[in-house]
């Protein structure tokens, strides 16, 4: 048979699938079945599959396939998440060429939404395409795709259920913002966004009212906040100093004293920083927005550290968030002096980037002599995770869910949620819901599902919860089969206000985040339709990689709670994340990304889906490694050649699994079934738990074992004539096997099991059946256990024989086992003595041979000249009576000379051809001297294992019998000559001594030490 070749088969599999329907029958012949709802977590539609969706598809693949084989009627339905700010960048880099919302409204929103669209269903064909060629079976042609009106509608449920629940409400917070995408940011978005970047780090004096000479010294990395400056922090309980510092009196904590002031200076004052509060001081920077300010220092512990700056920590409440908690504390003013683009609306900084005016800001204090050092600083500052771009934080009206007033009740919900593992659940996601705050849901944005809040100018608002109830309050008519719920069309329409006016639409959008959330019931068309939503609601099962915990297992749980006080899901798998072999991130940069389609197009798509669940547990993080996807490969083939091998010699014999022969198990037979069902059994265990990769491994096990084992024990009985039982039996048992493991690998490598499986019994899928029964009946564990001793005895010949530098395909005349205890191994005497290519086995104790030696460091003072006569003449002695002697009277004579016991030494060792390993139920001995008639053998199988590979190079069939020529010399010809029989049996050919003539393979070979030419004659 030809080589495995996996992709060409993939390719023909998934042909066979498409032209006969296979996935649509698979969901037909499950519709009576128990229901199961997968909810998809939706792929964000870049356009590229990468490797971390590959393992991620493939975990959910396996799981959707092993319940469709236990009878469920899964909901399988694909879904994208198509909306958000990535698209919209990508859209303006590559369609507008543009840099700011200006440019899109001058574009035309209408036009850009369009455009966004055409991009993110692009993108999501391509990467449907990907994800069916690793065989990913989803219902493909009718995905749920966020950008869809009845999906959207979901969404704007949910948001109306906050609403109904008083979970919804607007505010003036400061939040993270992005002056490049001129938007809000939400705090969880910003978690992992951290980069470290070069900043500004100053110390700039603020000088007390009232004090001649005084300042208050304060540090900060972020100049550009200086001109909302209102306050400065300190910590009740610190100790602080009055320093006389050149000219200048600064007051600062004491413990920072060293790091803040470099040179010298004199102790004036120690006090606590209690004693600070309510000082007023003058603005920091004289420009208009600071006249009028109450400037003074306020106490703050939460937030004045000893680990950085001076413990006078500047507040600008309008611009950190932790600022404007202590600015409503004690009533401060807050400035925020920043427009959208994180630009100044204040003279004399009007019109400058923030960050290009702290260069200006840090010359105005010095200028003023207000700034005591500039320096630099690397530190973490976070970026946009969707243009990368640095955050500000920044004053802003926005829309907010109250998550802090269900708290409680998610930290309870989440206890009826299985987590695999459970310690994510009950640590990390738990710890996230116990710290959750109020969600900032508002954008300022366009390509987003938009909010559906409507508000009056008399200050009524209105939210709406469908399409239906947009209807009915529209103040024209609206055609609802056909209306696009984005923007612009959306911000058209007008609802009644009981005042009489019209009411329009808040011009924000909604977080994507909301918009995934909102998926265990969009997905399933709700509110639009009901029904399904009542048979299949809450989903059985998601999985999702490590991120997620913030993301959308936290945003699928906060928005199921508030719209149903129910959980979104019963049972979630967390996974990790895909990095490179050194277990860096990829990225392009580092130049280690690993596209999936080339591990496909090189080893085949199961290879890396086996890979990916069997290389590591699934909750920690996939190293990628080519070395680990070629050792996969390589099991594939194993499995592959076992298949060729069956295929092969079943054809010849015309095998028919259905007919009724007479058997004859040997024991390798029954301990092989046994071990099938008990892998079965523990398989079934590991899908249960979902633990991929405890399958994986116990299947690659099996594999190994399949073929180094079993098949290497029967192949000499499927060469018998005729129907002869034990041949049969293998036969047989090698159907079983093979047809049975291509419906356990099924759910993981569903390619190669379809074509192994309809080649071996000529069925229409795999996919159609039912996964594997234990037969209870065929599991023999003493079995088993007895088989596994019997291999830990033939480990230890091959590591005796490479001790005595002996070739395992050299015959070898004998093993003896010295077993620790009674253990029954003569039913196994027959695989033992043919695995370890040994003619005889003996099972004895091994009586190590006495031997006395002179202790020449006591013998040879004593004795002094006749030493070397004595060492001599113990040479000839026996050793058990000398060791007899000297036990009964304490000496021995030898001729005139009496030793005694410390004058010898006495060892024990095995006979000089016997080489001894140990293992655990005792030790095994090899015998390594080997007879004429066994070299003979020995050099026979060297030639054969040459003609072996010879067939292999020139591609012949298996059974295919061909004419060789053997030339040697008359020594090597009498061993070709004593073993011919053998050789033709071994190689298929007809064995001729002398050299080809006319058209020959040939190669010439070394076989130790003597020249044989070897010729092969199709």
Not at 848 to 870: C, M, Q, T, W, Y
Request: with cysteine; hydrophobic share 35%.
């Amino acid at each position: 048979m030809p080589r495995l070749n996996l992709p060409e088969i993939e390719e023909e599999v998934q042909r066979y699938w498409k032209e006969n329907s296979i996935f649509n029958e698979m969901v037909e012949s499950r519709r009576d079945g128990k229901k199961f709802y997968f909810c998809q977590g939706p792929p964000f539609t870049s356009g590229q599959a990468h490797i971390g969706h590959a393992w991620n598809h493939a975990l959910k693949d396996m799981v959707l396939r092993y319940k469709t084989m236990n009878g469920f009627n899964v909901y399988r339905r694909a879904g994208w998440d198509m909306h958000g700010l990535p698209i919209e960048v990508k859209v303006e880099e590559t369609v507008l060429g543009s840099k700011s919302k200006k440019e899109i409204e001058e574009y035309g929103i209408e036009n850009f939404i369009g455009e966004c669209k055409k991009f993110a269903i692009r993108n999501m064909n391509n990467m449907t395409s990907q994800l069916q060629r690793l065989g990913i079976w989803l219902d493909w042609d009718n995905p749920y795709m966020t950008l869809d009106r009845k999906y959207m509608e979901g969404v704007w449920f949910g948001i109306k259920r906050a609403h109904e629940k008083n979970l919804l409400y607007e505010d003036e917070q400061v939040i993270h913002w992005c002056p490049r995408c001129e938007t809000a940011v939400a705090g969880y978005e910003v978690r992992d966004e951290y980069k470290e970047i070069s900043d500004y780090s100053i110390y700039v004096k603020a000088r007390l009212r009232g004090k001649e000479n005084e300042f208050i010294l304060i540090w900060t990395t972020t100049p550009w906040t200086l001109p909302a400056n209102t306050a400065i922090a300190v910590h009740p309980e610190f100790n602080y100093v009055k320093v006389k510092f050149g000219d200048e009196i600064l007051i600062l904590v004491k413990e920072r004293l060293d790091d803040a002031l470099r040179g010298e200076y004199e102790i004036l004052e120690e006090f606590k920083g209690k004693e600070l509060d309510s000082l007023e001081y003058f603005p920091i920077l004289d420009i208009p927005v600071q006249e009028g300010i109450h400037h003074r220092v306020v106490m703050a512990p939460e937030i004045v550290t000893l680990e950085e700056g001076t413990g006078c920590v500047h507040i600008a409440p309008g611009h950190g968030e932790e600022d404007f908690d202590v600015g409503k504390k004690y009533h401060l003013d807050s400035l925020s002096p920043v427009d959208e683009a994180g630009r100044f609306t204040i003279e004399p900084y009007k019109g400058m980037y923030i960050r290009d005016a702290n260069a200006v800001i840090i010359k105005d204090l010095e200028d003023n002599g207000r700034l005591l050092r500039e320096e630099r600083i690397s530190h973490r500052y976070p970026h946009c995770w969707r243009c990368k771009t640095p955050l500000i934080l920044r004053s802003t009206k926005q829309w907010f869910l109250a998550v802090s007033k269900i708290r409680d009740e998610l930290l309870e919900k989440n206890m009826e949620i299985e987590w695999i593992p459970e310690w994510i659940g009950s640590g990390r996601f738990e710890n996230w819901l116990k710290n959750a705050k109020d969600w900032c849901i508002s954008r300022q944005r366009y390509w987003n599902t938009p909010l559906p809040i409507w508000r009056c100018e008399c200050g009524n608002i209105e939210v709406i919860g469908s399409i239906k109830e947009l209807a009915e309050k529209s103040v024209r008519e609206i055609d609802t089969e056909n209306l696009d719920l984005h923007r612009p069309q959306i911000d058209k329409v007008k609802l009644k206000c009981t005042c009489g006016k019209e009411m329009s639409r808040v011009k924000d959008v909604i977080d994507v985040w909301f918009d995934s959330g909102s998926a265990s019931w969009a997905n399933l068309n709700y509110p639009h339709e009901k029904e399904k939503f009542k048979e299949l609601f809450p989903a059985d099962f998601i999985t999702e990689g490590s991120d997620q915990t913030r993301g959308w297992f936290y945003s699928l749980l906060v928005g199921s709670v508030i719209a149903f006080d129910e959980i979104p899901y019963k049972r979630v798998l967390y996974h990790g994340f895909t990095l490179d072999a050194n277990g860096r991130k990829m990225s392009k940069s580092l130049g280690n990304v690993v596209d999936p389609s080339d591990v496909i197009e090189k080893h085949g798509a199961d290879v890396l889906r086996f890979y990916m669940l069997w290389a590591t547990v699934p909750w920690e993080d996939l190293c990628f490694s080519w070395e680990g996807v070629a050792s996969v490969e390589r099991m594939f083939n194993i499995l592959w050649n076992v298949y060729s091998f069956s295929k092969t010699y079943m054809k010849l014999d015309n095998f028919n699994p259905d007919k009724d022969y007479e058997l004859k198990l040997e024991h390798e037979d029954r301990w092989i079934l046994s071990r099938f069902n008990s892998l079965i059994k523990d398989s079934t265990d590991a899908m249960e738990r979902v633990y991929p990769h405890e399958f994986c491994r116990s299947v690659n096990d099996f594999i190994l074992e399949l073929s180094r084992w079993y098949v290497k024990l029967v192949r000499d009985r499927v060469w018998i004539e005729g129907d002869d039982p034990r041949k049969i039996s293998v036969y047989l048992t090698l159907h079983r096997i093979l047809t049975g493991i291509s419906l356990l690998m099924a759910p993981v490598t569903p390619h190669l099991s379809e074509y192994m499986y309809r080649e071996l019994t000529n069925g229409r899928s795999v996919h159609l059946l039912d996964w594997p029964v234990v037969d209870e009946n065929l599991i023999d564990k003493e079995l088993e256990e007895n088989m596994e001793i019997v291999q830990q005895i033939v480990e230890c010949v091959s590591s005796a024989r490479q001790k005595a530098k002996i070739k395992l395909r050299w015959p070898i005349p004998r093993v003896i086992i010295a077993l620790k205890e009674e253990l029954d191994l003569t039913p196994f005497e027959g695989i033992i003595l043919k695995a370890c290519n040994a003619k005889k086995l003996e099972i004895r104790d091994m009586k190590p041979e006495l031997v006395v030696k002179p202790n020449l460091s006591v013998l040879g003072p004593k004795f002094k000249g006749d030493a070397r006569k004595i060492s001599e003449k113990l040479k000839s002695v026996d050793a058990t009576k000398v060791k007899d002697s000297i036990e009964k009277t304490g000496e021995f004579r030898i001729e005139k000379f009496v030793l005694s016991g410390d004058d010898l030494i006495f060892e024990t060792r095995i006979p000089e051809d016997i080489v001894a390993e140990e293992f655990e139920k005792g030790i095994v001995y090899i015998d390594s001297k080997l007879s004429s008639e066994l070299f003979s053998e020995a050099m026979a199988r060297e030639v054969i294992r040459r003609i072996q590979e010879m067939r292999k190079e020139m591609d012949l069939e298996e059974l295919e019998i061909v004419n060789i020529f053997i030339k040697c010399d008359k020594k090597f010809k009498k061993f070709i000559e004593d073993n011919k029989k053998f050789i033709e049996k071994e190689t298929r050919g007809r064995i001729k001594i002398g050299k080809a003539e006319g058209e020959v393979y040939e190669k010439k070979w070394d076989i130790e030490g003597n020249d044989v030419l070897i010729s092969i004659v199709k």
